[in-house]
């Protein structure tokens, strides 16, 4: 394939799923056809089912487009995840919050991806994808829950599978509800705030801690 034959071929490509984001997200992904897409991306329907054969592929490569939120907690940081596991955490969320809000091209595909027309069991491929995403996410969180235990910066006696679930349930709710709502509030301030609150919880809170024995109940 030739330089030029190959640009053609990739311009067509982003086109498409250009396309696709914007056929899914109004319409959902299981009542729009790939020939809805077509027209849109300017193509044929022959050319849609070249570069992806089928929805199913379509989503996939949709949802490939961009990581989802947990699946690069640890990625590069090198030395710093040693030495500041729970700055890495803190920080990688944060540059995540103010990146989808000022990426609307992301924020289209998380709604396509948290709330789709139809159950998610029509499209497989994005169901997996959303599982994988979610253990990867919920292994990394932990990993550097573990390290910041390890490095002092969490109490000893932590409760590690609870911090890793609330987390992780918590700044997904965030992300999610802010992706629901009318979007008026900055999440990248937002999501700013939540987490160093989420984070002093799971810091300073004694029904994080694993004996628990000794707590008053409150009524």
């Not at 299981?30 to 199913?56: I, Y």
């Not at 907690?73 to 990146?99: I, M, Q, Y």
Request: net charge negative.
């Amino acid at each position: 394939m030739t330089k030029r034959r190959k640009e053609q071929t990739l311009t067509t490509r982003e086109r498409i799923l250009n396309a696709a984001i914007n056929v899914f997200h109004e319409f959902g992904v299981c009542r729009p056809s790939l020939s809805e897409v077509a027209k849109l991306a300017g193509v044929s329907h022959g050319a849609v089912t070249d570069h992806f054969q089928s929805k199913d592929g379509l989503l996939k490569a949709l949802t490939e487009r961009m990581p989802l939120p947990g699946e690069r907690l640890c990625d590069s940081a090198g030395d710093e995840l040693k030495a500041n596991p729970l700055g890495t955490l803190r920080t990688r969320w944060v540059w995540l919050f103010h990146e989808i809000a000022c990426n609307p091209e992301w924020q289209q595909v998380l709604e396509i991806i948290f709330h789709p027309c139809e159950p998610l069991s029509e499209s497989g491929d994005m169901l997996q994808r959303m599982k994988l995403g979610r253990t990867q996410g919920l292994e990394r969180m932990g990993q550097l829950i573990s390290l910041a235990v390890s490095e002092r910066q969490l109490p000893e006696d932590l409760d590690i599978d609870l911090a890793m679930q609330m987390l992780h349930g918590g700044l997904f709710g965030i992300l999610e509800d802010w992706l629901l709502s009318s979007k008026l509030e900055d999440i990248g301030e937002l999501g700013e705030r939540y987490i160093d609150s989420l984070i002093d919880m799971i810091r300073f809170s004694p029904t994080m801690r694993l004996n628990r024995s000794q707590l008053r109940v409150l009524h």
